[in-house]
């Protein structure tokens, strides 16, 4: 990969990231799971204001994990789960790792055991 792709890609990354980072957003996103919403059906829920919420829905919008349609005068959001594949995908390139890490806790254990 090419330094530019790279961290152009990762720039993405970075975004959904920093979206699923707030658990606020999380749950917005749990909640879309289930189908579109608007804002007032989204706060319902939170002890925050809409406002608030609304800043919480441009973040994930910029991180491409929603889309907002105009539907005569509400906005409704409606997930994009196709985004979180990237951040899926970084972390399975990590995997080889867990597996390494829990065989040598498996190992530790059965050393304790027999101590």
């Known amino acids: 990969m090419e330094p ?3 961290m152009q890609s990762h720039a993405s990354l970075d975004a959904v990231f920093h979206a699923l980072a707030d658990e606020t957003r999380r749950a917005i ?3 879309l799971a289930d189908g579109e919403a608007s804002v007032k059906e989204i706060a319902e829920p939170f002890e925050i204001s809409q406002p ?3 800043r919480h829905l441009k973040v994930l919008e ?3 994990l929603i889309e907002r349609n105009i539907d005569r005068q509400r ?3 409606r997930l994009k789960a196709e985004r979180m ?3 899926v ?3 399975v390139e990590f995997r080889p790792m867990w597996g390494t890490s829990f065989s040598r806790l498996d190992d530790l254990l059965v ?3 027999q101590n």
């Open 4 to 6: 530019n792709d790279y």
């Open 29 to 31: 996103l749990s909640r």
């Open 52 to 54: 608030a919420i609304s």
């Open 62 to 64: 910029r991180a491409g």
């Open 75 to 77: 906005r409704p959001a």
């Open 85 to 87: 594949l990237a951040a």
């Open 89 to 91: 995908d970084w972390l």
């Open 111 to 113: 050393q304790m055991k």
